[in-house]
């Protein structure tokens, strides 16, 4: 998990970051790194997009992270917060015209019949829908593993308002 870093334990790799560690840069990146991949895989983006969001996330992880707080949520939500937050400002950047069909398609398929791809399309589709509040936590909760008391405080909600 940790590569060279093995012993170092979170908090040691954010105060490291905080003092500006390449080294503790590196062992966050490679802590968080198929977290922020896996927060981030069902936004429509392009191989490019996704490549450069990703170093986008980690810029805004490195020079926002003396305001992560422990005590608010874990490290891993935290950052499924901003590259949640980072898609969805790029997406709204972008005109709707400029979302490439080849974007959707890259998507690894999840299911084995047609029956299944069209229902969990359908899913995706209608969770689009829902208002951004409610998004954030679905996707925080189903995709990020986050529980509800992470989700409470990182969005500032109660834990209860996160279970609606």
């Excluded at 997009?49 to 874990?74: C, G």
């Excluded at 790029?90 to 299911?111: R, T, V």
Aim: net charge negative; glycine share 2%; hydrophobic share 40%.
């Amino acid at each position: 998990m940790w590569g060279k870093n093995k012993n170092m334990d979170v908090r040691q790799i954010v105060k490291g970051c905080i003092d500006k560690s390449m080294a503790s840069q590196r062992a966050l990146y490679d802590y968080l790194f198929d977290n922020i991949v896996y927060s981030i895989r069902y936004y429509p983006l392009t191989k490019e997009e996704m490549e450069d969001l990703i170093q986008d996330i980690f810029i805004k992880i490195y020079t926002s992270i003396s305001l992560f707080d422990s005590e608010k949520s874990s490290i891993k939500t935290w950052s499924a917060i901003i590259a949640s937050r980072k898609c969805i400002d790029f997406l709204k950047s972008k005109k709707p015209a400029s979302i490439e069909l080849e974007a959707c398609l890259e998507i690894e398929p999840i299911c084995d019949t047609m029956d299944d791809f069209l229902a969990t399309e359908l899913i995706i589709a209608e969770i689009e829908y829902l208002p951004e509040k409610y998004r954030e936590v679905f996707k925080l909760y189903t995709f990020s593993g986050a529980d509800h008391n992470e989700i409470g405080k990182a969005l500032d909600i109660t834990a209860s308002s996160s279970r609606v």
